[in-house]
């Protein structure tokens, strides 16, 4: 077990399974599948995106370097909110963008619903994640790693 401190975004509690890529998440072509063809489970489908493609991702706690890709990343993660598609937290190793943590804030607020969201955790967070290892988000930011 191992513990990490960053900053909450979105503060909130959770506990879910992790679900982790080591590369930058494209939000549009990740939940695009999941979004037009309604696919329940939020199913990942960038292809590009080898750790996450074709792996449920609702419900998970979706560990994250960054996002990367299209300017409707912040829209497509409150569309997901709203659809009851999104993770279960969004847990990023370096600094959120300001259209992720649009997503995450839009989704808190229009929808009522809890997608804590926290950032700075690290390099050495990543790295000691592995898909499958459970994941408990407090408010104030920690992060425990079991």
Do not use: H
């Not at 960053?6 to 990740?30: D, I, M, Q, Y």
């Not at 994941?135 to 790693?145: A, F, P, Y």
């Amino acid at each position: 077990m191992k513990t990490f401190k960053g900053r909450p975004v979105v503060p909130g509690t959770a506990k879910a399974e992790a679900l982790v890529s080591k590369g930058g998440f494209n939000t549009l072509a990740s939940y695009q599948k999941s979004l037009m063809f309604g696919d329940k489970k939020g199913t990942c489908s960038d292809q590009n995106n080898p750790d996450l493609y074709g792996k449920p991702m609702s419900g998970k706690a979706l560990c994250l370097p960054q996002t990367i890709g299209s300017t409707t990343g912040g829209m497509v993660l409150y569309c997901a909110a709203a659809l009851g598609r999104q993770p279960a937290c969004l847990l990023f190793s370096k600094p959120i963008d300001s259209l992720a943590a649009a997503g995450a804030i839009l989704a808190n607020v229009w929808t009522d619903i809890s997608m804590p969201t926290v950032d700075c955790l690290g390099d050495e967070f990543l790295e000691y994640v592995k898909t499958g290892m459970t994941i408990t988000v407090s408010e104030d930011g920690t992060v425990t790693v079991e």
